[in-house]
């Protein structure tokens, strides 16, 4: 064996690639091939490469001040087919069990009346907003856009380690990444056939279309940024261009009598569905933070007067709240009457007593997250943790319990991953995106993988020093299309498509006299931690 894997050891996880020492899976065994005669210098020159064509494009994130390039890993993550197929129906589940639970707490309440959620986890969620009951969007989604954050535990099995509702970012990569393999392994796509990942903007596209205000036939979709400082703003710019929309600020948008514009050299243009990037605190002024310079005021009005869509919905925060992920599987049987295709991690709940004092007697033994965390913030693995910090955390538990959930600690799954210039294995995670167009939920065949590039860290957050990995899912290829065209999305141009042909990439807006506060606020907005490809973290929180 070549010396990429002579000294390759298998971790304390599911190895994704091995099934043993020097046995690849059936998934992984093209690219084994066809990395095991490359010697460490050409692969280091590949991902050389790769760093290069990230910083040149932009696709950059801030690390301790200092921009650099979004870390990706030249060694892929691979899924077959059939394990594909479970991961896709389980995300789609839980989406529409989401999407019917947000529809009946900012409704009827019926829920909670059945008592199959307390009403208090409900009402003291910081992401419940009351000022977005009554709002019911006419195709009914609320959820139009999902990022389901799944860990691969000990035997294999995938599992939910949250739920992301609000905005979820990271789609970008998704597409970047793929762009930027297909380039540095073109031998491995030859050999490989890979389900394709360019499609997602024009399913967004059409979902976001399918979402306009009742007796709207062609809607005018824009994309909403918090602006140029948001460390999400890349993929804002991306999207935009790609689903051929303006990209605009909340100062390009003006609301009167519930209508909504855009202004235009042109004069204004009326605006039917926002792709929003801002979070629920600072959308609306009038209803939420007073100081907010980066929303539109009176835009919750207009949604409520059925004059403008918000995608996604205002108040869906509450369905990212870690202790009502404990009650998904619940919501699932309730709506659905099905049983949840993907388990959760174990949870507790800490607000009752016996539980309670069960985890803090057990604190080295799991991991405490914050319930409204994100990014890695604030989450303690216990048996990493020293005897001060899980002092402090017995404290920070006892006072608030309703604020935590304990997991039990899951052994990440594992994928060999390129460390100074040697095949390492480290622990990596999924968000897998799905769209909602009020027909179907669609899960984008792959998904955004991060790593943990520390040896033994669980935190895979770039901004704890991870990074990602192109995420490949197995197919057979349809007649006329070849293995790369089918892995980078290149098919026959379409003349129907939205997409054709794409708009010019965004001006660089004016800073106008309220530049420091807009600064700052772009910078403090970043979706509570989901509007970043950094987020979440533990893989979760």
């Given at each position: 064996m070549a010396d990429l894997f002579e000294d390759y050891r298998l971790g304390p996880g599911w190895d994704e690639m091995f099934g043993a020492p020097g046995m690849p899976r059936d998934a992984y065994e093209a690219l084994h091939a066809t990395l095991q005669p490359l010697s460490s210098v050409e692969l280091r020159v590949r991902a050389d490469v790769l760093a290069r064509a990230f910083l040149d494009q932009g696709i950059t994130f801030a690390l301790?001040?200092?921009?650099?390039?979004?870390?990706?890993?030249?060694?892929?993550?691979?899924?077959?087919?059939?394990?594909?197929?479970?991961?896709?129906?389980?995300?789609?589940?839980?989406?529409?069990?989401?999407?019917?639970?947000?529809?009946?707490?900012?409704?009827?309440?019926?829920?909670?009346?059945?008592?199959?959620?307390?009403?208090?986890?409900?009402?003291?969620?910081?992401?419940?907003?009351?000022?977005?009951?009554?709002?019911?969007?006419?195709?009914?989604?609320?959820?139009?856009?999902?990022?389901?954050?799944?860990?691969?535990?000990?035997?294999?099995?995938?599992?939910?380690?949250?739920?992301?509702?609000?905005?979820?970012?990271?789609?970008?990569?998704?597409?970047?990444?793929?762009?930027?393999?297909?380039?540095?392994?073109?031998?491995?796509?030859?050999?490989?056939?890979?389900?394709?990942?360019?499609?997602?903007?024009?399913?967004?596209?059409?979902?976001?279309?399918?979402?306009?205000?009742?007796?709207?036939?062609?809607?005018?979709?824009?994309?909403?940024?918090?602006?140029?400082?948001?460390?999400?703003?890349?993929?804002?710019a991306l999207l935009a261009r790609e689903m051929g929309v303006e990209l605009v600020e909340g100062r390009d948008l003006v609301c009167v009598g519930n209508e909504v514009a855009m202004r235009t050299t042109a004069g204004e243009q009326r605006v039917d569905v926002i792709y929003r990037r801002i979070d629920d605190e600072f959308l609306d002024p009038v209803h939420f933070r007073a100081d907010s310079v980066l929303g539109v005021a009176g835009l919750l009005n207009a949604a409520r007067a059925g004059r403008v869509t918000i995608a996604n919905a205002v108040g869906n925060g509450v369905a990212d709240d870690k202790l009502l992920y404990s009650y998904v599987p619940e919501l699932i049987r309730y709506y659905l009457a099905e049983q949840p295709i993907l388990s959760n991690v174990e949870t507790y709940r800490l607000e009752d007593p016996d539980v309670r004092d069960h985890v803090l007697d057990r604190l080295p033994e799991l991991v405490l997250k914050p319930v409204d965390g994100s990014g890695g913030m604030g989450i303690v693995i216990g048996s990493q943790a020293s005897e001060e910090d899980l002092a402090e955390l017995r404290h920070r538990i006892t006072v608030d319990p309703r604020g935590w959930i304990a997991q039990r600690e899951v052994a990440l799954s594992m994928v060999p991953t390129l460390i100074d210039n040697r095949l390492r294995a480290r622990h990596v995670d999924l968000r897998p995106f799905a769209v909602n167009d009020g027909r179907r939920v669609t899960v984008l065949p792959g998904g955004l993988t991060r790593v943990a590039l520390p040896e033994g860290a669980l935190v895979v957050n770039s901004s704890q020093g991870g990074g990602s990995k192109d995420t490949w899912i197995l197919a057979e290829p349809p007649s006329g299309l070849s293995a790369v065209d089918l892995a980078t999305g290149i098919e026959p141009t379409d003349p129907e498509s939205p997409l054709t042909p794409p708009v010019p990439a965004p001006r660089s807006p004016d800073p106008g006299p309220d530049a420091g506060l807009v600064s700052a606020q772009q910078q403090q907005q970043q979706q509570s931690g989901r509007d970043s490809a950094a987020a979440p973290g533990w893989s979760g929180c």
């Open positions: 301790k001040g200092v921009e650099r390039p979004f870390p990706l890993d030249i060694v892929p993550r691979i899924i077959a087919a059939d394990e594909w197929r479970v991961v896709e129906a389980g995300v789609a589940q839980r989406v529409r069990a989401l999407e019917a639970f947000l529809a009946d707490i900012y409704g009827a309440g019926q829920v909670l009346a059945d008592g199959v959620v307390p009403r208090r986890v409900v009402v003291t969620s910081a992401h419940f907003h009351r000022e977005a009951a009554g709002i019911v969007p006419h195709n009914g989604v609320r959820i139009h856009v999902a990022g389901v954050d799944l860990v691969r535990d000990e035997r294999g099995d995938f599992r939910v380690l949250e739920d992301n509702v609000r905005v979820p970012s990271g789609v970008s990569y998704v597409m970047e990444n793929r762009r930027a393999m297909a380039h540095v392994l073109p031998e491995v796509f030859a050999a490989t056939r890979i389900q394709p990942v360019e499609s997602y903007p024009g399913q967004l596209l059409r979902a976001l279309r399918a979402a306009a205000p009742v007796g709207v036939t062609d809607p005018t979709v824009v994309v909403l940024t918090p602006g140029v400082h948001n460390s999400a703003y890349f993929e804002h």
